[in-house]
Protein backbone atom coordinates (compact mmCIF):
# COMPACT_ATOMS: atom_id res chain seq x y z
CA UNK A 1 0.00 0.00 0.00
CA UNK A 2 1.27 3.07 -1.00
CA UNK A 3 1.92 6.67 0.88
CA UNK A 4 -1.36 7.87 -0.61
CA UNK A 5 -3.50 5.06 0.34
CA UNK A 6 -2.72 4.82 3.55
CA UNK A 7 -3.39 8.41 4.69
CA UNK A 8 -6.85 8.37 2.47
CA UNK A 9 -7.74 5.06 4.05
CA UNK A 10 -6.53 5.97 7.85
CA UNK A 11 -8.89 9.26 7.33
CA UNK A 12 -12.51 7.51 6.78
CA UNK A 13 -11.57 4.96 9.70
CA UNK A 14 -10.79 8.00 11.95
CA UNK A 15 -14.06 9.50 10.93
CA UNK A 16 -15.88 6.62 11.23
CA UNK A 17 -14.10 5.71 14.43
CA UNK A 18 -14.83 9.45 15.95
CA UNK A 19 -18.74 9.00 14.71
CA UNK A 20 -18.89 5.83 16.80
CA UNK A 21 -16.95 7.16 19.77
CA UNK A 22 -19.38 10.63 19.98
CA UNK A 23 -22.67 8.22 19.63
CA UNK A 24 -21.35 6.03 22.26
CA UNK A 25 -20.95 9.00 24.53
CA UNK A 26 -24.63 10.57 24.06
CA UNK A 27 -25.94 7.13 24.61
CA UNK A 28 -24.50 6.60 27.61
CA UNK A 29 -26.09 9.82 29.02
CA UNK A 30 -29.31 8.15 29.18
CA UNK A 31 -28.01 5.56 31.91
CA UNK A 32 -30.12 5.84 34.59
CA UNK A 33 -32.80 8.40 32.70
CA UNK A 34 -34.25 6.05 30.15
CA UNK A 35 -37.94 6.25 30.20
CA UNK A 36 -38.63 2.52 31.15
CA UNK A 37 -35.95 -0.16 33.10
CA UNK A 38 -35.62 -1.97 29.85
CA UNK A 39 -34.37 0.39 27.39
CA UNK A 40 -31.75 1.89 30.29
CA UNK A 41 -30.33 -1.74 29.50
CA UNK A 42 -30.47 -1.48 26.31
CA UNK A 43 -29.72 1.81 25.14
CA UNK A 44 -26.49 1.12 27.77
CA UNK A 45 -25.31 -1.92 25.11
CA UNK A 46 -26.03 -0.02 22.82
CA UNK A 47 -23.37 2.50 23.74
CA UNK A 48 -21.53 0.04 24.54
CA UNK A 49 -21.07 -1.91 21.80
CA UNK A 50 -21.03 1.38 19.66
CA UNK A 51 -17.63 1.96 21.85
CA UNK A 52 -16.03 -1.15 21.11
CA UNK A 53 -16.85 -0.57 17.15
CA UNK A 54 -14.94 2.54 17.78
CA UNK A 55 -12.09 0.57 19.22
CA UNK A 56 -12.10 -1.43 16.06
CA UNK A 57 -11.66 1.45 13.74
CA UNK A 58 -8.98 3.04 16.03
CA UNK A 59 -6.83 0.16 16.22
CA UNK A 60 -6.90 -0.22 12.28
CA UNK A 61 -5.75 3.56 12.61
CA UNK A 62 -2.90 2.46 14.55
CA UNK A 63 -2.11 0.37 12.42
CA UNK A 64 -1.91 2.43 9.45
CA UNK A 65 -0.30 5.16 11.11
CA UNK A 66 1.34 4.27 14.29
CA UNK A 67 -1.29 6.67 16.40
CA UNK A 68 -1.98 5.32 19.65
CA UNK A 69 -5.77 4.97 19.79
CA UNK A 70 -6.15 6.20 23.48
CA UNK A 71 -3.94 9.76 22.70
CA UNK A 72 -6.51 10.12 19.42
CA UNK A 73 -9.29 9.66 21.98
CA UNK A 74 -8.33 12.16 24.46
CA UNK A 75 -5.91 14.24 23.20
CA UNK A 76 -7.21 15.74 20.18
CA UNK A 77 -8.69 19.06 19.95
CA UNK A 78 -12.33 19.33 18.65
CA UNK A 79 -11.34 20.85 15.37
CA UNK A 80 -9.07 17.59 14.63
CA UNK A 81 -11.99 15.50 15.03
CA UNK A 82 -14.05 14.25 12.04
CA UNK A 83 -17.28 13.49 13.24
CA UNK A 84 -20.22 14.56 11.67
CA UNK A 85 -22.45 17.20 13.92
CA UNK A 86 -25.25 14.68 13.80
CA UNK A 87 -23.62 12.36 16.39
CA UNK A 88 -21.71 15.00 18.58
CA UNK A 89 -25.83 17.08 19.69
CA UNK A 90 -27.07 16.48 22.91
CA UNK A 91 -29.26 13.56 23.67
CA UNK A 92 -32.18 15.60 23.70
CA UNK A 93 -35.72 13.90 24.41
CA UNK A 94 -36.21 10.00 23.57
CA UNK A 95 -37.54 10.59 20.24
CA UNK A 96 -34.26 12.94 19.57
CA UNK A 97 -32.46 10.01 20.51
CA UNK A 98 -34.34 7.19 18.88
CA UNK A 99 -34.43 8.96 15.65
CA UNK A 100 -30.98 10.25 15.56
CA UNK A 101 -30.30 6.25 16.56
CA UNK A 102 -32.49 4.64 13.37
CA UNK A 103 -30.42 6.93 10.90
CA UNK A 104 -27.61 6.37 12.17
CA UNK A 105 -28.30 2.32 12.23
CA UNK A 106 -29.35 2.47 8.56
CA UNK A 107 -26.16 4.48 7.48
CA UNK A 108 -24.28 1.96 9.57
CA UNK A 109 -26.10 -1.36 7.61
CA UNK A 110 -25.49 0.19 4.19
CA UNK A 111 -21.89 0.97 5.00
CA UNK A 112 -20.72 -2.29 7.10
CA UNK A 113 -22.59 -4.28 3.97
CA UNK A 114 -20.12 -2.55 1.71
CA UNK A 115 -17.16 -2.83 3.33
CA UNK A 116 -17.58 -6.38 4.21
CA UNK A 117 -16.06 -7.00 0.46
CA UNK A 118 -13.42 -4.44 0.95
CA UNK A 119 -10.55 -5.52 -0.96
CA UNK A 120 -8.73 -4.04 2.42
CA UNK A 121 -8.77 -7.24 4.71
CA UNK A 122 -8.69 -5.40 8.00
CA UNK A 123 -11.59 -3.39 6.80
CA UNK A 124 -13.45 -6.51 6.05
CA UNK A 125 -13.23 -8.59 8.47
CA UNK A 126 -13.82 -5.65 10.88
CA UNK A 127 -17.14 -4.98 9.00
CA UNK A 128 -18.39 -8.76 9.07
CA UNK A 129 -17.70 -8.97 12.94
CA UNK A 130 -19.89 -5.57 13.23
CA UNK A 131 -22.44 -6.61 11.14
CA UNK A 132 -24.97 -8.69 13.67
CA UNK A 133 -24.51 -6.20 15.93
CA UNK A 134 -25.48 -3.38 14.10
CA UNK A 135 -28.39 -5.56 12.90
CA UNK A 136 -29.88 -5.46 16.58
CA UNK A 137 -29.19 -1.96 17.21
CA UNK A 138 -31.48 -1.05 13.60
CA UNK A 139 -34.38 -3.61 14.31
CA UNK A 140 -34.51 -1.86 17.95
CA UNK A 141 -34.24 1.58 16.41
CA UNK A 142 -36.56 1.07 13.60
CA UNK A 143 -39.36 -0.71 16.02
CA UNK A 144 -38.73 3.34 17.89
CA UNK A 145 -39.19 5.12 15.26
CA UNK A 146 -42.56 3.06 14.66
CA UNK A 147 -43.65 3.61 17.67
CA UNK A 148 -43.24 6.93 18.03
CA UNK A 149 -44.40 8.35 14.84
CA UNK A 150 -47.42 6.27 15.15
CA UNK A 151 -48.04 6.59 18.74
CA UNK A 152 -49.41 9.74 19.86
CA UNK A 153 -49.97 13.14 18.53
CA UNK A 154 -47.16 14.47 21.16
CA UNK A 155 -44.94 11.64 20.09
CA UNK A 156 -45.47 12.01 16.23
CA UNK A 157 -44.49 16.14 16.96
CA UNK A 158 -41.82 15.24 18.95
CA UNK A 159 -40.40 13.02 16.08
CA UNK A 160 -40.98 15.63 13.31
CA UNK A 161 -39.29 18.04 15.15
CA UNK A 162 -36.01 15.86 15.94
CA UNK A 163 -36.37 15.14 12.29
CA UNK A 164 -36.25 18.79 11.32
CA UNK A 165 -32.99 18.83 13.49
CA UNK A 166 -31.19 15.96 12.38
CA UNK A 167 -31.74 15.62 8.71
CA UNK A 168 -29.63 18.54 7.49
CA UNK A 169 -27.44 16.83 9.42
CA UNK A 170 -27.40 13.76 8.28
CA UNK A 171 -25.75 14.62 5.07
CA UNK A 172 -22.51 15.37 6.92
CA UNK A 173 -22.17 11.24 7.56
CA UNK A 174 -21.54 11.05 3.39
CA UNK A 175 -19.22 14.12 3.14
CA UNK A 176 -16.13 13.97 0.65
CA UNK A 177 -12.74 13.75 2.19
CA UNK A 178 -8.97 13.51 0.15
CA UNK A 179 -8.54 10.49 -0.80
CA UNK A 180 -11.56 8.98 -1.89
CA UNK A 181 -11.26 8.75 -5.53
CA UNK A 182 -8.55 6.35 -4.97
CA UNK A 183 -9.94 4.66 -2.16
CA UNK A 184 -12.91 3.78 -4.92
CA UNK A 185 -10.56 2.78 -7.40
CA UNK A 186 -8.71 0.01 -4.83
CA UNK A 187 -11.95 -1.42 -3.68
CA UNK A 188 -11.20 0.02 -0.24
CA UNK A 189 -14.68 1.95 0.79
CA UNK A 190 -17.89 2.43 -0.74
CA UNK A 191 -18.90 5.10 -3.10
CA UNK A 192 -19.84 7.66 -0.88
CA UNK A 193 -23.26 8.72 -3.36
CA UNK A 194 -24.11 5.15 -4.21
CA UNK A 195 -24.00 4.48 -0.07
CA UNK A 196 -26.24 7.77 0.15
CA UNK A 197 -28.82 6.55 -2.21
CA UNK A 198 -29.15 3.08 -0.60
CA UNK A 199 -29.55 4.70 2.77
CA UNK A 200 -32.21 7.42 1.32
CA UNK A 201 -33.80 4.07 -0.10
CA UNK A 202 -34.37 2.32 2.71
CA UNK A 203 -34.72 6.04 5.01
CA UNK A 204 -37.12 7.50 3.48
CA UNK A 205 -40.12 5.47 3.08
CA UNK A 206 -39.37 4.33 6.68
CA UNK A 207 -39.94 7.88 7.65
CA UNK A 208 -43.58 7.93 5.72
CA UNK A 209 -44.15 4.80 6.71
CA UNK A 210 -44.05 5.67 10.55
CA UNK A 211 -45.89 9.22 9.90
CA UNK A 212 -43.72 11.66 9.49
CA UNK A 213 -43.72 14.89 7.04
CA UNK A 214 -41.47 16.55 4.78
CA UNK A 215 -38.06 16.74 5.92
CA UNK A 216 -36.15 20.06 6.10
CA UNK A 217 -34.75 21.03 3.38
CA UNK A 218 -32.03 24.05 4.79
CA UNK A 219 -28.48 22.14 3.86
CA UNK A 220 -26.22 20.98 6.58
CA UNK A 221 -22.08 21.70 6.85
CA UNK A 222 -20.40 19.11 4.02
CA UNK A 223 -17.32 19.19 5.79
CA UNK A 224 -16.53 17.22 8.38
CA UNK A 225 -13.48 19.56 9.69
CA UNK A 226 -16.68 22.06 10.38
CA UNK A 227 -18.03 20.93 13.84
CA UNK A 228 -20.93 22.45 16.54
CA UNK A 229 -19.96 24.25 19.58
CA UNK A 230 -21.64 21.34 21.65
CA UNK A 231 -18.08 19.06 20.68
CA UNK A 232 -16.17 21.20 22.35
CA UNK A 233 -18.15 20.44 25.82
CA UNK A 234 -18.74 16.96 24.96
CA UNK A 235 -14.69 16.79 24.55
CA UNK A 236 -14.27 18.57 27.76
CA UNK A 237 -16.34 16.32 29.80
CA UNK A 238 -14.50 13.06 28.00
CA UNK A 239 -11.05 14.12 28.04
CA UNK A 240 -11.13 15.77 31.65
CA UNK A 241 -9.42 12.92 33.87
CA UNK A 242 -7.33 12.55 31.11
CA UNK A 243 -5.54 15.29 30.73
CA UNK A 244 -5.63 16.08 34.51
CA UNK A 245 -2.03 14.55 34.06
CA UNK A 246 -0.75 12.79 30.71
CA UNK A 247 1.93 11.27 31.94
CA UNK A 248 -0.31 8.81 34.02
CA UNK A 249 -0.37 5.20 33.21
CA UNK A 250 -3.90 3.33 34.11
Not at 53 to 62: K, N, P, Q, R, T
Not at 66 to 81: S, T
Request: no cysteine; aromatic share 8%.
Amino acid sequence: MNDDLRAALAARLLATADDELMLAHRNAEWTGHAPILEEDIALANIAQDELGHASIWYGLVEELTGQDPDRLVFFRDAGEYRSAQMVEQPRGDWAFTMLRQYLFDAYEMALLARLAGSAYQPVADAAARMRNEELYHYRHSSAWLRRLGLGTAESNRRMQAALDVLWPLAGQLFSPQPGDALLNVEGYWPDLNELRQAWSGVVIPALEEAGLGETASAAGPDDRRVHSAHLDTLLADMQMVARADEEAVW
